[in-house]
């Protein structure tokens, strides 16, 4: 009896984090897919059935192409800077060097400040009169609308995220370089490479998988950055912050228009999830091969 029980029992310790999933991922998974076919302007208590009309409205919409534009500008913007920056801070800092744990704890100071917190202070030092145009203005370099010249705002909060996530990241590679072979780096000095050619032959081969993490992460974060826009910019100025997370919630909570919220919640599902399977294909399918 003993053992016809114990092979249930690895199953009862998943039972407590698949009632997790269900409950607040599948739910609301199938919940917006089904709210996405409604129209809830008329009536929001009593919605009314129609179809894939909401996705046409979506797909006609020259707003929705203007948040999904935004929302790609910031994914490229971002995305490389959060793969590249922190791997090199990690190599840097993965050398025995006086004072190396005060560096580690100020690089990663950012990520344990509230973005909210962080979002604020960047908010003053890019104001109008704030300390950034101050010391522009010793150089008699004119003032810069940092959140306020359409062509400027956007890549103004992306520097926010690049500056928060650089020491998450920075963490995730020197776990992995933990688990690199210190004799391959030896095998490279004795046959003369420099420092350069040894991390190319070494680190990054044994680092893509890690690579391929970091992109994978960095980019649905991009995608579904929020809390940046919502307290800098709230979209604007003419919609030039707007990402695709934040025409959500403003069309869900500011309009009540559920139906359009929910079917951009869709495609934007369909766009990580197309972005996850190209990670998968160029970084992480060799690993799950026989």
Known sequence: MYKYYKKYVPY?????????????????????????????????????????????TLLKS?????????????????????VVFPLIIAIMINQKIKGITLYKILIYLPVIVSIVVAAIAFKWLYAQQGILNYVMGLFHINPIGWLTDPNVALYSV???TVWKGIGYYMMIYLSALMGVPKDLYEACEVDGA?????????????????IGLVTMISSISAMKVFVEIYVMTKGGPLDASKTI????????FENLDLGIASAASV????????????????????????
């Open 245 to 252: 997370v934040y025409y959500i919630y403003e069309r869900a």
């Open 62 to 82: 020259p707003v929705f192409y203007k948040v999904m534009l935004n929302t790609f500008i910031y994914l490229i913007g971002a995305v490389p800077f959060l």
């Open 267 to 290: 495609i934007l599902l369909i766009v990580v999830l197309v972005l996850s399977i190209l990670n998968f294909t160029m970084f992480e399918h060799k690993q799950y091969q026989l």
């Open 194 to 210: 420099n420092p350069v050619t040894k991390h190319l032959t070494v680190t990054l081969p044994h680092l893509m998988p890690t």
């Open 158 to 160: 992306i520097l926010v």
């Open 12 to 56: 009862l310790f998943l039972l407590p984090a698949a009632v997790i999933l269900i409950l607040f991922f599948f739910v609301p998974f199938f919940e917006t897919i089904v709210l996405s076919f409604f129209d809830y302007n008329s009536n929001i208590y009593q919605p009314a059935f129609v179809s894939i009309d909401n996705y046409i």
